[in-house]
């Protein structure tokens, strides 16, 4: 017994009509309809209808089973309204810093493409939101690419570009501009390589490609700890542009000439999922205005508004 075998016995009891309710309602074949009831009364152990020559009438047991019938349909029609009515909940990761840039364009594209969406938010590091989405705990995630994981599409949407941070007493803070030799000798904090391998990487590239290494003096865990550090050590650090958004009072950015390769950003997330927030995800990666290389992303562009300022 299950709901088809209720929607067929509620049908024929409003038509009266074994036939008409085939025709008309459930647009099946009379004997189909007819097996179904008979499979029906079998299983409840009494006779729902009485067979007339000009159709059928409920007996007193159908009568008793047909109000129970309509209740739990109407509840069964309810919760499908429901679920169909409730809007979809991404569950989004993010890298910290990101998030303004990223979650406006996001949230207008997905109610573009879907009406009411609920977003869920985490920030961690790109390798921890990766992990996640490996895991099942993010529905997508704005993060670095991992070139080895075949069981995500990585979609670039853009780059940020890598920038000193440093307080503004600090000998280099007189220089508008800085170059690698600048930085030689100073006291070097850096992001944990475990939690910014892209950025650790860029910067060891930057620097084998002359010859020499900028070695971190301070490892901190995140930006907020690079930012006390460099208030504390009175040391350089270098970091994603668009931290620059977070800065504290007395901590100013420079650029750097010919610095590290720009970091690419992805829309991360699994292309085979054929459920409707998949397809909404592979929509709005396909739909996100893109930025190139040259044309810097929101991030990079606000970032470098701070540099103007934050001299």
Known sequence: MDLRHFRYFSAVADEGSVSEAARNRLHTAQPSLSRQLKDL???LGVELFERRVRGVVLTRAGRVFLSHVRRILRQVDDAVSAVRDAPLTIRVGIIPGLETFVLPDFMRLARDH?????IEVTSN???????????????????RPAETDL??????????HVIAYLREDHPLAALEALTFNDLVGHTCISVNRKVAPFLRGGIDAWGQQRGL?????????????VFSLI??????ALMPDYAALLLPASVIVRPLVDG??????????????PSPTQRLIAAVARDWPRATQEQETPAS???????????
């Open 151 to 160: 069981d995500l599409h990585f979609e670039p949407i853009g780059h940020s």
């Open 231 to 236: 208030l504390a050590t009175n040391g350089v």
């Open 213 to 225: 290494a900028l070695s971190p003096t301070h490892v901190a865990a995140d930006i907020a700890s």
């Open 41 to 43: 009364e079998r299983e």
């Open 260 to 273: 590290p390769a720009p970091l690419l950003l992805t829309i991360a997330y699994r292309p085979l999922g």
């Open 114 to 118: 879907s009406g009411e969406v609920e």
């Open 301 to 311: 562009q606000d970032a470098g508004a701070s540099l103007a300022t934050r001299k």
């Open 125 to 143: 590091a790109s390798t921890a939101l990766i992990q996640d989405l490996r895991d099942g705990e993010l529905d997508l995630a704005f993060a």
